[in-house]
Each structure stands twice: as C-alpha cells, then as structure tokens.
C-alpha cells in the first residue's frame, strides 16, 4: 500500500473544511423519526403486495 | 430470393400482398404497416428464405412436431429511405448517402399464419403515432445498436426489439420478457442471448411441453425468466390507485436506462416499457414541489399488439393508460440494494441540509428527478463538461471511491428546468442500507459541496466535510441526460 492509498479520502483533497454538527440536527432528526421509518414500512407494504401479485395471470 | 418495393404512398404497401404469401399473415401485416410507418420510409427490400434463429426455435421445439407443415424459414423486411435503390441484377444497395444512415430497420415475418410479426427492432424516428398522439423530440427510448447482416452489407439500426406473441406457444407476458432480454444481450456484454424457445423454458421448473404457456404466464414465472437470465429482478407493486411514488419510480428505473416488464392486472396484459415524453412545458415558475414524473406527458412501450414505441398517454383510455399500469419487474444488476421507494422519501429531505450548502430553492419551487448509474459514468460526463464546475469539485468526484452504481437526485427550479439545467445535484449511494441515515457521497451546488467518508462506518458528522466552490455562480449546471435517445423524427 502506498502513502496515497495509506490516507483516508478527505486527505487527498485540499480545501476542505469540517462542518458544523449543529446544521446536521435537523436533517438527521428528520431521517431517523420519520424517513426512515417511512422507507421501512412501504418497503414491507410493497414486499406483501409483490407476493399477493405473483399469481396474476399474463396473456392478453 | 430479394424483392424491392419502391412506396410512393402507403397505399403501395398493399404490394406486399402479391409478394408475401399466405401462411406470412400479409393482410394484418400490410394494416399494422400502413398505420404504424412514417412516410419517411420509401422503400422496403424483401428478403425471402430467412432463417431467423428465433423462429427456428420454436420450429425445431414446436412446429416441427406438429401435423400441420409449416416452413422453416420466415421473410425479413428492411426499411430504406427514398435516397436508396437496389439493382436486382448485381444485388447491390446504392445510396449518395451512408447506407447505414439512410436504413431504419427490419421486420421479421413468420409463417405461422396468426401472430407473424417476428424478430423486429425498427428505429423510433420512423414510427408513426396512432391515436391522434404525435411523435415528438421530446420522446425518450431506450435503444441499443443492432448490427444486421444483408447481401454483404453490415448495417446498425438503433432501437428496441419488438415482436408478436405466438397465441399458440407464447404469450404477451413471453413477448415481453423476450424484448428486455434482446435488448439486454445487444448493449450489455454480461448478457447472454436468450432465444423465444429459451424464454418459454425459462419460465417453469421443466419443460411444460404442449401449448401450456398459452395458457399464460403469472407475474412470478416473468420474474423467474429475469433470474434465470442472470438479472436480479425487483418487484413492485402499486399499493393503491393514488400511490405516486409508484409511477414516480416506474420513471426512475425507465430514466436509468431499464426497460420495465409492466402489468396491467385488470386485462392480464404484460408490455414493456421503453421510454416516456416530456411535458413540451413546466409550470414556471413552480407553485409546488413537483417531480420528474409530473413533467412526463406519457410513457412509450413496447406491446405485442402493436408496432414498437406505442405512445400511452398519463390517464387515456385508447388503448389504456399508464394510470392502469398496477405493477413491474425491473431487471437489475446486482449491487442495487438502496430502492427507489427509498430515495423517493429521501430527497425531499435534502432540504434540510439547505444551510450546510449555503441554500437551496424552496422546496415548494423545485422539481426532483432522480436516477441510477454509475460512479464511472459520473465521471465521464464531468470530464465532458469540465467548464460547468470547480476544478476541485471536478477533482473531488474523481476522487471519490463511488461504488458502481449509484443514484443521483437533481433539483431544478421551474426556470432551471425550461433550460435543460439543475440548481443542486445529490450522489447517493445504490449500496446504502435502508436505515442508513447518510447514505450520500456528494451533494453540491452551484456554492458549497459536501463530501461523505463512506470508507468507514458510523462515521456520523466527523465524516462530512465542506468544500467551497468558486467560478460555478453563473455555469450551466446541465440537467443529466444520458440513458435514452431521443426520438428524431424523419
């Protein structure tokens, strides 16, 4: 592994800068209480649909 | 063996009938022509004793056995232009023009009698819309580059693969299975070809034998075709006739490149869905926030009853809607794990991260379209548009250890969208858990970009850094079109 591999991607770009965790709360409380949430149930909702609409008949 | 047929009008497509015979189906074939061709076509080269491979494998598997006779070989139908003529002595093609430019594509007749449209792929631009609906640029179609092998001449034509069902031995739901897969083998190296035969077995466990496909196919036997083609096919279904994010995902997949196997449970009809149309405007400026799906005026497929690129409409009823569209198998690659249902929830969420990028347009004034490719092909239309960005954002996504596939979210005010160009654009992570509450690589806009370490988990806010860009105020930040072709009429 060479020196560049070695470092970790925020190393190999100059001009970044850390952000302020502050402006990240809203966004992060918003995906965890209710995104994510959401993301979960219709994921299962269409996995429970998708079972049911196996058995269609196709041949019109 | 060739026959030439000059069209002043398609009123001389009615010729056909004196050269192609009874068992081709010429009537049917003459009606479906006359309807569904441009005028742009003004010459048809008949190619008779053509052994299609797709045929043959149904008549070695099928035909052969029966007690009626039916011929091996089919007749094969090109599609010229008015610049091009053929001499039937030399057996020569003449056009001032590149042949391959002037040639819109081939048309495969069978000699089954019913249903003998065979192997086709046609190119869009000769299309002829029917229910008043008109071809338009705005139309959008997944293509890929066939070469076709005739009188010495190695011709492409760009387009979808098309053909009848057989009634007897195949049905709808095999037909379309079929025109994913040939789409599949032509632009895609990892495919193997899959002939008509090969799509009947694909769809049992063993051999049913007998006329049993025309019994027809069940959603989980097209889902098993896409398995055993070596795709990992997802399925989704519409949970009620108001779900959006159903048809806003039906446009993602289409908008990536995917042609879908689409079901209309309420008729058991199964199509292909190819391609869509835009809207000719945008609300501008935008009262609501909208999504790529609602600039969409209709959805383009390919259906065994028709020619290819047959237009239906959002809500129409001829010959139905897209609003009757209840279900689809998306073929995947492997390595897709985060869903579009996923992103769909996810990217009106973006405005929250408005004040780490320094602003965003309101929500309510923006449109969102989002879509799969991959890191490489990011890269690649960065470096085609170097002038539109910062130098270190170009070398931030060069940089960037993208997995293979990624989703990318634009946001574009209605201005923006009138003139092809986004305000912000968001790259995701195709890999992302379901619960992954970060699951980005990059997301800038025309001021800030912020990059996320996804080299280690739970990296949380130390793995977020911000870059600020200069020389993007006023670049043409380009709305990102790439997976489908648009449609140019001739």
């Known amino acids: ?60 | 063996m060739y026959k030439w047929l000059q069209l002043k009008s398609s009123a001389d497509l009615d010729s056909l009938a004196a050269e192609v015979s009874v068992e081709y189906g010429p009537t049917r074939v003459i009606e479906k022509l006359k309807n569904g061709l441009s005028d742009a076509v003004k010459a048809i080269l008949i190619e008779k004793n053509y052994i299609d491979k797709d045929y043959r494998s149904t008549y070695y598997n099928y035909y052969a056995k029966k007690g009626q006779a039916y011929r091996p070989d089919c007749i094969r139908l090109h599609f010229f232009d008015e610049s091009v003529t053929f001499d039937p002595q030399a057996l020569k093609l003449y056009s001032k023009h590149e042949l391959e430019e002037r040639y819109f594509g081939y048309m495969v007749l069978r000699p089954t009698g019913i249903g003998t449209i065979g192997r086709s792929v046609v190119s869009p631009d000769v299309r002829k819309a029917s229910g008043g609906a008109i071809i338009t640029a705005n139309q959008r179609i997944i293509t890929a580059k066939h070469k076709v092998h005739l009188l010495g001449y190695k011709l492409t034509v760009e387009g979808f693969p098309s053909m009848d069902q057989h009634i007897d031995i195949s049905v709808c739901a095999h037909a379309a299975c079929w025109s994913i897969l040939r789409h599949y083998s032509e632009r895609y190296t990892l495919y193997p070809e899959f002939l008509t035969h090969d799509i009947t077995l694909m769809t049992q466990q063993f051999d049913p034998g007998g006329l049993v496909p025309s019994k027809g196919l069940q959603m989980s036997h097209a889902e098993r075709v896409f398995q055993e083609a070596g795709t990992f096919p997802f399925h989704v279904v519409r949970t009620n006739p108001q779900d959006a994010a159903f048809y806003r995902q039906l446009h993602a997949y289409v908008e990536s490149g995917f042609p879908l196997f689409a079901a209309d449970h309420s008729v058991g009809h199964a199509m292909a869905i190819v391609g869509y149309e835009w809207e000719a405007s945008t609300p501008n400026p935008i009262a609501s926030m909208r999504y790529a799906w609602d600039e969409v005026k209709s959805i383009i497929v390919v259906d065994d009853n028709y020619l290819p690129y047959q237009v239906i409409e959002k809500q129409g009823t001829v010959p139905y809607s897209a609003g009757s569209i209840d279900a689809f198998i998306v073929a995947l690659p492997e390595k897709i794990f985060y869903p579009a249902d996923a992103v769909d929830r996810l990217a009106p969420t973006l405005f929250k991260l408005a004040p780490m990028l320094g602003g965003l347009p309101a929500q309510n004034e923006v449109t969102l379209r989002y879509f799969i490719t991959t890191g490489s092909a990011l890269r690649r239309f960065v470096r085609t548009r170097e002038s539109e960005f910062d130098p270190k954002l170009i070398e931030t996504i060069m940089t960037l250890p993208f997995a293979q596939f990624i989703w990318i979210v634009e946001i574009a005010t209605g201005e923006d969208w009138a003139k092809g160009q986004i305000s912000a654009r968001a790259v995701l992570d195709a890999t992302a858990s379901l619960r992954e509450f970060m699951p980005f690589w990059l997301f800038h806009n025309r001021k800030t970009a912020l990059l996320f370490d996804r080299s280690k988990v739970g990296a949380g806010i130390q793995g977020i850094r911000e870059l600020s860009l200069s020389g993007m105020e006023n670049t043409a930040l380009t709305r990102w079109d790439q997976n489908l072709r648009p449609t140019r009429k001739k």
């Open chain 1, 1 to 60: 592994m060479d020196e560049k591999e070695a470092k970790g991607v925020f190393e190999l770009i100059d001009g970044l800068k850390p952000v302020d965790p502050q402006k990240l709360k809203d966004f992060e409380k918003t995906m965890t209480e209710e995104v994510i949430p959401e993301i979960v149930d219709i994921i299962e909702e269409r996995k429970l649909k998708a079972a049911e609409s196996r058995n269609w008949q196709l041949k019109v």
